[in-house]
């Protein structure tokens, strides 16, 4: 071990949060309008339109036929447009986001889909529109399986930072490529590693306490 | 007060077309409470859905006091709505409210200020006998007390009907009883004309005046519950006649024999 260790590490850990909550939020926003869109589209649902729902279906399907690392080269032209660089974790947001975000939006649409068709009734029937349908009725009462679903989203959004590390994006996962296997710096392969599932845990375990919390307030 | 005028629906598979509803005619007077009965399948649940548009009638006229429902854009609909009130089998309270805002939430649909919304909730609570279970979710409540709600949030609005889709069938004998005694005492007080389905042929007997019999989607038999009772006319209703005659008979052999039901 050497003492350049921690002070490494820290810097790692700091560029993979920032990665993880901007490409999360971000992720989310998108994901949210792609899984709300898909739910009330469907058909019975509350604004049926079959062939958004088919276009959007199509799209998140083609986004997520690409394997992460290629989406990551795909995108690299985006970044730079938006970001002015394609190095570095503000560029790798970009793409973490934009390959997040299908995958969350199937997530948000699975949550969604656990509310009864029966409450949506309940609400069309003292004559709700149907944004405030989706507002005080769908979201609320799929509360609890969104958080878990979003669990899901953000611990494989982490996932993807470290192989966005492999191609110039910073964070844990660039560490343990360029130091812990090319300059075969076992240490920093072995800290890193600890580090990210520390990390996991601590998401996972956060999640799970969020959705326990909303869940016994409504089922004590 | 409620006219429904050769109203058809049908589903379409691949393979047939199957008529769930077929040219249905029907009138309900202002007040009544109006029983529509029929086995499983018979398409009534269609038919009280078609009232508030749940589901879309292909063809026919349906008219609530004086508005042609059938006609309506979704906006209008969406009026019409708040004035046609609806409870069901599985209550569909929302989770993530307490009972207090379940109840409010139609007044919040129609945008009614604040303190209209407090004071109205509470004396809908009252009414139904839940004024002390305002900051509950509807999971802390007995299936009886969830279906109290589920009437209270339908009656808010002061709607000119209340629809009950087999509003008692997931409910005990006893709990049954106290619910049809409460939309019974309702229609009393508030002059509020009651459409319900039902299977179980005690809903009828117990509060229904008028009623229809529901076979393939037809209606085969009109009239006031009494006249089913004692002379009915069509196979169904005999089927369901024969069905209590056959218990009943079987009751007086069993206290007969001391059994004691």
């Not at chain 1, 009725?137 to 966005?164: C, K, Y």
């Not at chain 1, 492999?166 to 920093?188: K, N, P, T, V």
């Not at chain 2, 598979?13 to 005619?25: A, G, H, M, R, Y």
Request: aromatic letters at 6%; glycine letters at 8%.
């Amino acid at each position: 071990m050497r003492d350049d260790l921690f002070e490494l590490l820290w810097e790692g850990l700091l560029e993979t949060l920032y990665m993880v909550a901007w490409s999360s939020l971000f992720a989310l926003l998108i994901g949210t309008v792609l899984g709300i869109i898909l739910v009330v589209t469907e058909k019975g649902g509350i604004i049926e339109s079959p062939v958004l729902h088919k276009v959007i279906g199509t799209l998140i399907n083609s986004v997520r036929s690409i394997p992460f690392i290629i989406l990551i080269v795909l995108l690299l032209p985006l970044s730079r447009l938006i970001i002015g660089t394609t190095l570095g974790p503000t560029a790798a947001i970009v793409s973490l986001s934009i390959g997040a975000a299908p995958f969350l939006g199937r997530i948000i649409e699975n949550s969604l889909k656990e509310v009864s068709a029966g409450k949506i009734e309940a609400a069309k029937s003292v004559g709700a529109p149907p944004f405030m349908i989706i507002l005080q009725v769908l979201i609320p009462e799929a509360l609890p399986a969104l958080v878990r679903g979003m669990t899901i989203a953000v611990i494989a959004i982490t996932e993807f930072t470290a192989v966005a590390g492999a191609i110039g994006a910073g964070g844990l996962g660039s560490l343990a490529i360029r130091f812990g296997y090319q300059r075969f710096r076992e240490d920093i392969l072995i800290a890193t590693v600890l580090v990210i599932i520390l990390l996991i845990q601590i998401i996972q375990w956060s999640g799970d306490w969020i959705s326990k919390s909303l869940y016994n307030k409504r089922f004590k | 007060m409620i006219r429904i005028e050769h109203v058809s629906k049908s589903y379409r598979t691949p393979k047939s077309t199957v008529n769930v509803l077929d040219d249905i005619q029907l009138n309900i007077a202002k007040g009544d409470i109006f029983g529509i009965i029929g086995f499983s399948g018979a398409g009534k649940s269609t038919l009280i859905r078609c009232l508030n548009r749940l589901e879309e009638p292909d063809t026919g006229t349906i008219e609530i006091n004086g508005r042609i429902i059938t006609g309506l854009k979704d906006k209008e609909l969406r009026a019409a709505r708040e004035k046609i009130g609806m409870i069901f089998q599985e209550f569909n309270l929302f989770d993530s409210m307490t009972v207090f805002q379940n109840v409010a939430f139609p007044l919040k649909v129609a945008g009614h200020p604040k303190a209209f919304i407090h004071h109205r909730v509470h004396e809908m609570l009252e009414l139904v006998n839940l004024g002390d279970k305002a900051k509950l979710h509807p999971s802390q409540l007995s299936g009886g007390q969830k279906q109290r709600v589920g009437i209270a949030r339908a009656l808010v609005n002061q709607p000119d009907v209340l629809l009950s889709d087999e509003a008692t069938s997931a409910l005990d004998p006893q709990t049954t009883y106290s619910i049809l005694e409460l939309l019974r005492e309702i229609n009393r007080k508030l002059n509020l004309t009651i459409v319900l389905i039902t299977h179980e042929l005690d809903v009828l007997q117990h509060i229904c005046r008028n009623m229809a019999v529901l076979e393939a989607g037809r209606i085969v038999e009109t009239g006031t519950v009494d006249k089913f009772f004692m002379n009915p006319e069509s196979d169904t209703a005999r089927r369901f006649v024969h069905i209590i005659e056959h218990y009943r008979d079987k009751r007086v052999v069993m206290e007969g024999m001391g059994a004691g039901i």
